[in-house]
């Protein structure tokens, strides 16, 4: 679902007015995955769904506080932070920085750090 692979899905036509109808029933809108470790439910405003289905994994993005790149690289790597070091002719070491995953944003902030072979 967050790949925005369903093309034909994006090219249906969106009534704001019927989501706004639910909405003012009570009905929420709501996005649960699982990625890299992680159980994520996203609560989303009725005006923010068109711009979700514009692009589903930028609005994830948005919402972790990372960038689309970040993202990805992320789900890539599991949420696990990559050791930058340089290995042999110029080769990232790209080990693990923690053993645990990470949340995006922490996974942002630590993703370049230095493994524990590296850090010694
Ligand atoms: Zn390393």
Redesign the pocket.
Known sequence: MLENEDQPIREMPLCMETIQRLAMFGITFKIEFYAAGFQTEIHIRPDDIPRFLDHAPLFVASYFGVTLEQYYDWLETDGYPR?S?RIGTDRP?K?PVLGVQCGPKEWALRDGG??E??RH
């Open positions: 050791c070091a070491c080990r230095l493994c072979f590296h």
